[in-house]
């Protein structure tokens, strides 16, 4: 009996041995905040795309593919899930965005992690013999490993550039001049290169494109030479975009708008700048590096005779972000606004973090060697859900409707056939981080897609087919489509326990998964010993509009490997901190200003240098290291000279500067 036993044991573990031996392997290459139009074979004209262009030609490139969320969290979860961001209540980016005072609802109560009980496509693929990996943005707040991942390289990055982030000294080593796309990409030829021999699912969540908007400095450079050799672009660079949920902005009120943007006008008008052309250097380097990753994964997978047997599957967790979730500002260089502002997703209206077209509509190519027909474009609607059920079919593994339940399996369209989906549906029940839009929801049938606004109740419809830049709204000229899409969205809220925002009142509070804007006072002993730590720690100079909300600046004994330091910290995103003197430069000998400065592991600010009110110097610091800086001020001997030095924020929180010196020296 027990022969009998061990030999049917022995046949069934060959059986699947041999099943495992003939899957084919998976690459999902998921991009963060890659708008639709960001790709060359997507219509744009100003990043290349070699790679992923070649994709296309040899894949089936989808017109009306959706992100679940125009945030990354929830969009993400969904991929591996198979369900709706309502129906888990993962419904926004983990940890969220803080409420602020000035709006009327308190956020919905949300998860901040992926659910334990829900079972990954990761571990599904584990469970049929797949080694499995995660490399980038998982942004779940779990390590990967504990939802099915073998292996997972992930975390935030502060900057492109090593060093990136604390957490990547032991698992991305890298040195000075590496860049992180690179890296990360390197991480993942290695693991394909020692699973070769078994199937693999290569998650691979790369950070890019998202900020830091900090591109390969080489890349940057052929971009620079790129955008001088372009005729100029017409129209304007930014247009102001109205939340269609807030008040009514007269002529008149926007023009007033347009020349000066700041808090007020950002949260009183509900208004806020939209990049509208695609011209960032910086981020066409970032695009570009991120084409070169695929590039070389594929060419690994040809090395190793393994592209035929590999489905490949490229798009993003969201659209472009065109809107920035900083304030426009009438002063800011250039390269500010390269950083704070992505790209345009033209002709799709919005960005991420608003239910417009520009916000939810990606990029998705999918490769599927002997199967997919090369250079096809199918018009199948396709969301975030359907990954799932689709892999599991491609591979031939057992569906398991109970878990994806909200995917579709679009197979079907992958082999050239007819594919209705269905309805999409969209939930965000909070506030955005890009442009304060209201919480809201929105549904995509046919051609149709309807958007409630949660605050008012307001709707808008337009006809995808004939107005993709949803600018002509039909929900009083069409009120029967109106009705019906608007049923089927409350119907569907209902189905999967949507929760929703609700109204603040006097003895309201805050759901417990809510963060809570505070804003900061300084401390008295700060406004009171800050300009006499100046005083001791520089003799002569003084200090003006300083605070922040991360730290308290003052003299530190020890910082970064020395000792006796000075830190400061910008007002506000807008107001920088500012050091100052005034000196008479003496005759007869070579005078110079010299200072060194640091950054915080967690942030990184931008130094102005002026001398008589003119700047020499606007310089981002932000590598954790000591750097060193010399103003030569012989040229103005026997005159009095004014000096500033400013701590500025790009972005906030951490945009603290240390100093480890300011010096004036005569010789």
Not at 235 to 262: C, F, M, S, W
Not at 279 to 299: K, P, T, Y
Request: aromatic fraction near 10%; include cysteine.
């Amino acid at each position: 009996m027990n022969r009998i036993v061990l030999f049917l044991f022995i046949c069934t573990a060959a059986i699947q041995g041999a099943h495992a031996s003939n899957l084919p392997n998976v690459v999902f290459f998921l991009v963060d905040d890659l708008g639709q139009r960001d790709v060359g074979c997507y219509g744009s004209k100003f990043y290349d795309t070699p790679a992923i262009d070649q994709l296309a030609r040899e894949g089936v490139l989808f017109d009306n593919a959706y992100s679940t969320c125009h945030v990354c969290s929830p969009s993400r979860a969904s991929i591996l899930t198979g369900k709706y961001p309502a129906r888990t209540d993962l419904t926004e980016w983990l940890g969220g965005r803080p409420e602020r005072d000035f709006e009327e609802f308190h956020s919905a109560p949300k998860l901040m992690a992926l659910p334990d009980e829900e079972i990954t496509l990761a571990e599904t693929l584990k469970k049929h013999g797949y080694a499995t990996a995660n490399y980038g943005k998982a942004h779940l707040r779990k390590d990967p490993k504990t939802y099915g991942f073998d292996e997972a390289i992930h975390g935030w990055v502060r900057s492109y550039y090593h060093p990136f982030s604390p957490q990547y000294s032991k698992s991305l080593p890298s040195k000075e001049g590496d860049y992180y796309t690179d890296k990360l990409t390197d991480a993942a030829l290695d693991f394909i290169q020692r699973h070769k021999d078994q199937p693999f699912f290569v998650h691979m969540e790369h950070f890019a494109v998202h900020d830091p908007i900090q591109g390969r400095k080489d890349l940057v450079k052929k971009y620079e030479k790129k955008l001088a050799s372009l005729p100029k672009q017409d129209g304007p660079d930014y247009i102001l975009e109205g939340n269609p949920d807030g008040p009514p902005i007269t002529p008149d009120e926007l023009k007033a708008v347009e020349k000066n943007q700041g808090v007020e006008n950002a949260q009183t008008k509900r208004v806020w700048w939209v990049k509208q052309k695609q011209d960032n250097i910086e981020f066409a380097g970032m695009v570009e590096s991120m084409d070169e990753s695929l590039g070389r994964i594929r060419a690994k997978l040809k090395e190793l005779g393994l592209e035929h047997n590999t489905i490949v599957i490229f798009t993003a967790d969201n659209g472009g972000m065109s809107a920035s979730n900083q304030y426009l500002a009438s002063n800011l260089s250039r390269a500010d606004l390269n950083r704070r502002f992505a790209s345009s997703n033209l002709p799709l209206r919005g960005a991420k973090g608003w239910n417009y077209e520009g916000g939810i509509r990606v990029p998705l190519i999918v490769h599927w060697p002997g199967t997919t027909k090369p250079n096809t474009t199918s018009q199948a609607m396709v969301t975030g859900t359907d990954f799932y059920p689709t892999l599991l079919e491609m591979l031939g593994i057992p569906a398991m409707p109970k878990q994806h339940i909200d995917g579709k399996s679009f197979v079907s369209a992958l082999k050239g056939r007819r594919h209705d989906r269905g309805a999409i549906y969209w939930h965000f029940p909070h506030y955005s981080n890009h442009g304060y839009q209201s919480p809201g929801g929105a549904i995509r049938l046919g051609n149709y897609k309807l958007l409630e606004y949660y605050e008012n109740g307001t709707v808008q419809l337009f006809d995808l087919e004939n107005d993709i830049g949803e600018r002509n709204d039909l929900a009083k000229k069409r009120p029967d489509v109106t009705r019906k899409l608007t049923r089927m969205l409350h119907a569907w809220r209902k189905e999967v326990d949507a929760k929703m925002p609700f109204r603040k009142t006097t003895t309201s509070r805050p759901a417990p998964s809510s963060r809570i804007f505070k804003v900061r006072k300084k401390s008295a002993a700060v406004s009171k010993n800050l300009p006499a730590a100046v005083a001791k720690f520089a003799p002569g100079w003084k200090v003006r509009t300083w605070g922040g909300p991360a730290v308290k600046p003052g003299i530190r004994a020890s910082w970064g490997g020395r000792k006796n330091i000075l830190v400061t910290h910008p007002l506000s995103r807008e107001v920088p901190c500012v050091l100052f003197r005034e000196f008479k430069v003496p005759t007869g000998k070579k005078t110079a200003l010299e200072f060194t400065v640091n950054s915080h592991i967690n942030g990184n600010w931008k130094l102005i240098v002026r001398i008589n009110g003119e700047e020499v110097l606007a310089k981002d610091i932000e590598e954790t290291r000591w750097q060193e800086f010399r103003f030569d001020l012989s040229e103005h001997a026997g005159r009095m000279v004014s000096l500033e030095l400013e701590n500025q924020a790009t972005g906030w929180s951490h945009e603290t500067g240390f100093w480890s010196r300011i010096e004036v020296i005569s010789e």
